[in-house]
């Protein structure tokens, strides 16, 4: 029943999947498995590392350093694909599918260094140094921090773990938004993306239909009663600040960093009084989106908004039936978009 209860509010967030739970077994034994279980379960090889942020946090991240399709050889220096989730999920989702439509095992297979994050706050990425998960203090971010701290430093230990000068980024919905801003606004950080494959982008939510961000928007006065514990636990968590943020940009065709309420609260926190617009054409990156014209989240008119600001826009492709979810769990997402992916980084070596 928890578990239906899981699924239908994430379905209710982000909308009707295309086909995604067609052929859902009653049970399956992943179901109570973590990241690394799932991955050995299909017989791939499974990494695990806690990496701490400049704040203090420690984020889970995992790795599929090679597929069953090609076979270990440690003078072999792979390609890495680094895996970014969107808001309310966590590195599983890049897994949950069956292995021939689940990105980070499709990645494996066709050679690629396969690196997968957690968000802080998500299922996998719920400790600090020094704060207690239960406490004001830990649940105080927003998709600010993930930019500021938590991206970077997962690029940089995948940087040193590998020797890789250069990797691919993937990123899915809030995976997206992190990503404009982090390689919007630290250089040092977008010089080591060779490509960003950026999957219903989000960088503004004027339009957006979502009923989760909506709720948060009109009931943003009592929102911190209980929502600390929903968000902390449907499906994988997020602070209620994170919600809150999001909420502020509603009615606002910019990106902009979390409003903290007040002048001296903000001049605390940007040396301004106002919170700082994010401006994506900072980003020298290149990049290649796909939407989905009934995305309730990453509305059409939103990615209208985004895509002339991206300067060195190298692909697009809208597909008509797809909603938010669909780019991860959606039965035909290989034909769709992952196929695209290989062909590009192929193209680009």
Do not use: C
Not at 15 to 30: D, K, L
Not at 210 to 230: F, G, H
Not at 237 to 259: E, I, P, R, Y
């Amino acid at each position: 029943m928890w578990y239906l209860f899981k699924m239908l509010s994430f379905i209710l967030i982000f909308g009707t999947t295309h086909g995604a739970y067609r052929n859902r077994r009653s049970m399956n034994p992943e179901e109570n498995m973590n990241i690394s279980q799932i991955i050995s379960y299909w017989g791939y090889p499974d990494e695990e590392y806690d990496i701490t942020t400049e704040d203090g946090y420690i984020l889970g991240l995992y790795r599929i350093p090679y597929g069953k399709t090609n076979s270990d050889n440690s003078s072999a220096q792979r390609l890495v694909v680094y895996l970014q989730h969107g808001l309310l999920t966590s590195a599983s989702s890049w897994i949950s599918n069956l292995p021939n439509s689940s990105l980070g095992f499709l990645l494996a297979d066709a050679g690629y260094d396969v690196w997968m994050g957690n968000s802080r706050g998500t299922t996998w990425s719920r400790k600090h140094l020094y704060l207690e998960t239960n406490s004001k203090e830990f649940w105080a971010f927003s998709f600010d921090e993930m930019a500021k701290y938590d991206l970077p430093a997962s690029i940089d230990f995948i940087v040193k773990q590998t020797q890789q000068e250069e990797i691919f980024y993937v990123g899915h919905s809030q995976g997206t938004t992190i990503a404009f801003i982090t390689f919007s606004t630290i250089p040092i950080i977008a010089g080591r993306i060779k490509i960003f494959f950026a999957f219903a982008p989000v960088f503004s939510i004027k339009y957006s239909k979502s009923p989760l961000i909506k709720m948060a928007y009109n009931w943003k006065s009592v929102i911190k009663s209980r929502m600390d514990v929903y968000m902390s636990q449907n499906p994988a968590g997020t602070s209620v600040q994170n919600m809150l943020h999001w909420s502020q940009l509603l009615n606002s065709s910019h990106l902009k960093a979390f409003d903290w309420g007040s002048p001296v609260l903000n001049l605390v926190h940007f040396n301004q009084t106002t919170s700082p617009l994010y401006n994506v054409a900072n980003m020298n990156v290149s990049t290649a989106t796909w939407s989905g014209e009934s995305d309730l989240l990453a509305d059409p008119e939103d990615v209208k908004i985004l895509l002339p600001e991206i300067r060195n826009h190298i692909y697009h492709k809208t597909i008509s039936y797809y909603n938010h979810i669909d780019f991860l769990f959606g039965l035909d997402v290989y034909h769709q978009v992952y196929h695209e992916i290989i062909d590009i980084i192929q193209g680009n070596l």
